[in-house]
């Protein structure tokens, strides 16, 4: 390999190290200028007198002891002298800063929330957060947790869905079921009829693709009549039909 070889440059090579030495040129040429004018700049502020009004504004004005201000400057903070502030001024911060003192503060307490006697039962579609929070392991966050939930829903059908509620595990599960039943007569249910899809799939056991099929199929029947238009559905299981047949109304 010829020595020639490693100073070849294409077109496109020769034009870009064009620009780059362009570039560092005009910075150099920035740099002179600069170092000029702040060169000239300094000169011209060594060559004001010391006696300047300029800078005999700037000079610390020293005070006789009667015109020394209010507030004194010193290396560590700013403070007041105390002579020149008045003596009744004195006297209402030292009486403030007694009673100050001397007040007792008192916190408002909350009363604690009394739990239900062993043996109660609760209708978990009546219950308000007040009443939930009675129950043994609930506080004001499941008990939220469990109101939204039923909203949802429509209604609990059954103990278990507390299964689904948020932050429900096993343990806590098994230590609430025996406080509460459920009354189907306060479920809430959904006329499929008369709903569209996207009114449908608000409810956490209908998904997208489900409420779609379901508005699909009401269009081609005009009408859907009972469980068995759903049959014809591929996107409900067996499952999906047992959790939503108490939530679905056909008339």
Same mark, same amino acid.
């Given at each position: 390999?010829?020595?020639?070889?490693?100073?070849?440059?294409?077109?496109?090579?020769?034009?870009?190290?064009?620009?780059?030495?362009?570039?560092?040129?005009? *910075?150099?040429?920035?740099?002179?200028?600069?170092?000029?004018? +702040?060169? =000239?700049?300094?000169?011209?502020?060594?060559?004001?007198?010391?006696?300047?009004?300029?800078?005999?504004?700037?000079?610390?004005?020293? @005070?006789?002891?009667?015109?020394?201000? $209010?507030?004194?400057? &010193?290396?560590?903070?700013?403070?007041?002298?105390?002579?020149?502030?008045?003596?009744?001024?004195?006297?209402?911060?030292?009486? +403030?800063?007694?009673?100050?003192? &001397? %007040? %007792? =503060?008192?916190?408002?307490?909350?009363?604690?929330?009394?739990?239900?006697? *062993?043996?109660?039962?609760?209708?978990?579609?009546?219950?308000?957060?007040?009443?939930?929070?009675?129950?043994?392991?609930?506080?004001?966050?499941?008990?939220?947790?469990?109101?939204? @939930?039923?909203?949802?829903?429509?209604? =609990?059908?059954?103990?278990?869905? $507390?299964?689904?509620?948020?932050?429900?595990?096993?343990?806590? @599960?098994?230590? $609430?079921?025996?406080?509460?039943?459920?009354?189907?007569?306060?479920?809430?249910? $959904?006329?499929? +009829?008369?709903?569209?899809?996207?009114?449908?799939?608000?409810?956490?056991?209908?998904?997208?693709?489900?409420?779609?099929?379901?508005?699909?199929?009401?269009?081609?029947?005009?009408?859907?009549?009972?469980?068995? &238009?759903?049959?014809?559905?591929?996107?409900?299981?067996?499952?999906?039909?047992?959790?939503? *047949?108490? @939530?679905?109304?056909f008339e």
């Amino acid at each position: 390999m010829n020595w020639r070889d490693f100073f070849y440059f294409s077109k496109g090579e020769r034009r870009a190290l064009t620009v780059l030495l362009c570039l560092i040129c005009f *910075s150099w040429i920035v740099l002179l200028f600069t170092d000029d004018k +702040n060169s =000239y700049e300094n000169e011209d502020i060594g060559r004001i007198p010391s006696t300047s009004p300029e800078l005999a504004s700037e000079r610390p004005k020293i @005070y006789s002891n009667e015109e020394r201000p $209010l507030f004194e400057r &010193n290396s560590s903070s700013i403070r007041m002298k105390r002579k020149s502030i008045p003596k009744v001024l004195q006297n209402a911060s030292e009486r +403030n800063f007694a009673s100050f003192n &001397n %007040k %007792k =503060y008192t916190y408002q307490s909350y009363p604690k929330v009394e739990k239900y006697p *062993s043996g109660t039962i609760i209708e978990l579609n009546t219950a308000d957060t007040i009443s939930l929070k009675k129950v043994p392991g609930i506080g004001s966050a499941f008990a939220r947790r469990i109101v939204k @939930y039923r909203e949802l829903l429509g209604g =609990y059908y059954s103990v278990e869905q $507390l299964r689904e509620v948020y932050g429900m595990d096993e343990e806590r @599960y098994q230590s $609430l079921q025996p406080w509460f039943r459920t009354d189907v007569k306060y479920i809430r249910v $959904l006329p499929v +009829n008369k709903l569209s899809a996207d009114s449908l799939r608000r409810h956490p056991y209908i998904g997208y693709h489900q409420a779609r099929a379901l508005e699909h199929l009401r269009r081609q029947k005009s009408r859907l009549t009972g469980w068995e &238009n759903l049959l014809l559905l591929e996107e409900f299981t067996d499952s999906d039909r047992a959790k939503l *047949s108490p @939530y679905l109304s056909f008339e």
